[in-house]
């Protein structure tokens, strides 16, 4: 559907395969040490937007029923230099024998109109009703992800319909949009307009992994494709690949009807899918967090701080590797980066967002709690931690091989 939708997604999944194809001819088995090549072909995330604690638990049944959790919370309200008026959670699969498969994530934003600093009292309210009165997800939809969760998988026919009512419900839709409503909107925030400016969520990007981005950003500006600026997150270093490193090229306009005040429809165009790509790298622990986060982008920088090597990240405890035993040997293999970054979700949707969206902070009045527990009421389950789910994979893999001291592991 997103390919069809739009055709510079479907250049980039083609880009990103010959990038991963010649970077595998380039490194050989090396290419594949974070995942292998077949999971980093059907590797993808996408991400949505809703409008309340109710569109939030509905969207999280459906992604229930595909074996998606909530993990993490990323509040966008204090990011830096622009604050958008969302919270985020990501859902994906937690056990690493699925992510080994296949990780889809979808990342997933949540407006929130009781801001004051971004929403006045009245225009909040108005959101909120506006929310209140849509409906985001058809009752069908919601009734076969309830059984698919509740009975782990559906039949055929049903697993078929529940597929093509969530796409039907992710899909850009052709109703005209109030143009003043979506002005309003638009002074607050481009994210606001997109969130509450209609009546239903959309798929607003999809991005498919990739073994080098450097290769790839210059592949497709190659192609004429007009990437962002730079790559979010690290920098490229002489170390090993660590987190996440991500490009998206701008959303591209897209006809949409407009209703103006007296009634008319008129032609319009919005700008609110995009195309991004990622290259993940080993996971951090807290520990190599703190010192990466306060590091500048910067190779110099990070060679400065940091060991170039897994074994010295391991050694210093900066970084995630579990064991296994083969020959009597322990070996260690880098754990993956499964999760976002708040810094570079807010560049993606800062270099998204329509051109004159203020997306500011107008007042100071006080923030709304919307943190790690809030989500997890919202969506009536737990919201997973990150550094837990890394931690706990760490130990499985010790207890496995017998609880064995650290010292004399091997690459
Ligand atoms: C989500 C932007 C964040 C990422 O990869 O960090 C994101 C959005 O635009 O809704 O997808
Ligand atoms: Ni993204």
Redesign the pocket.
């Known amino acids: 559907m997103y390919a069809a939708e739009v055709p510079a997604y479907g250049a980039l999944v083609e880009t990103a395969q010959s990038v991963n194809a010649e970077v595998m001819a380039r490194d050989g088995s090396a290419a594949e040490r974070l995942g292998s090549l077949d999971r980093v072909t059907a590797e993808r995330?996408g991400?949505v937007?809703v409008g309340s604690a109710a569109e939030l638990a509905q969207v999280g049944r459906l992604f229930a029923a595909l074996g998606m959790e909530p993990v993490g919370s990323y509040d966008l309200r204090e990011a830096a230099p622009t604050p958008l008026p969302i919270v985020s959670t990501a859902f994906r699969p937690v056990e690493p024998s699925e992510l080994a498969t296949n990780p889809f994530r979808m990342?997933t934003?949540v407006l929130v109109p009781e801001d004051e600093r971004f929403f006045t009292p009245e225009l909040g309210a108005r959101v909120r009703r506006a929310i209140a009165a849509r409906t985001l997800l058809a009752p069908r939809l919601l009734q076969l992800a309830d059984r698919a969760t509740a009975e782990s998988g559906l039949g055929d026919d049903e697993a078929v319909e529940l597929l093509r009512l969530a796409c039907d419900a992710l899909a850009l839709s052709g109703e005209p949009v109030d143009r003043g409503w979506h002005d309003e909107l638009s002074a607050v925030s481009g994210v606001a307009a997109d969130i509450a400016g209609g009546t239903s969520t959309h798929l607003?990007?999809l991005?498919p992994r990739v073994l080098d981005i450097d290769l790839l950003y210059d592949r497709m500006s190659e192609r004429g494709i007009e990437m962002i600026d730079r790559i979010q997150g690290p920098p490229r270093w002489a170390g090993p690949d660590v987190l996440l490193r991500?490009t998206s090229f701008r959303a591209l306009a897209e006809a949409r009807s407009m209703r103006a005040a007296d009634g008319r429809i008129t032609a319009g165009e919005v700008r609110v899918r995009f195309g991004?790509v990622?290259a993940r790298g080993i996971a951090l622990t807290p520990a190599g967090r703190s010192v990466v986060d306060a590091l500048p982008r910067d190779a110099d920088a990070w060679a400065a701080a940091l060991p170039s090597t897994e074994g010295g990240l391991d050694d210093a405890g900066l970084a995630w590797f579990t064991v296994s035993e083969v020959a009597g040997r322990l070996h260690r293999a880098p754990v993956v980066y499964e999760d976002?970054?708040p810094a570079?979700?807010a560049g993606?949707?800062r270099s998204?967002l329509d051109d004159g969206a203020a997306s500011s902070a107008p007042g100071d009045a006080p923030a709304v709690v919307r943190d790690h527990d809030w989500i997890a009421g919202a969506l009536g389950r737990e919201v997973r931690d990150p550094m837990a789910l890394y931690a706990a994979q760490v130990e499985a893999s010790w207890a496995a091989v017998g609880g064995r001291g650290r010292g004399g592991v091997s690459a």
Request: charged content about 15%.
């Open positions: 995330h991400a937007r990342f934003s607003n990007h991005t991500q991004e990622e976002f970054l570079s979700a993606i949707f998204n």
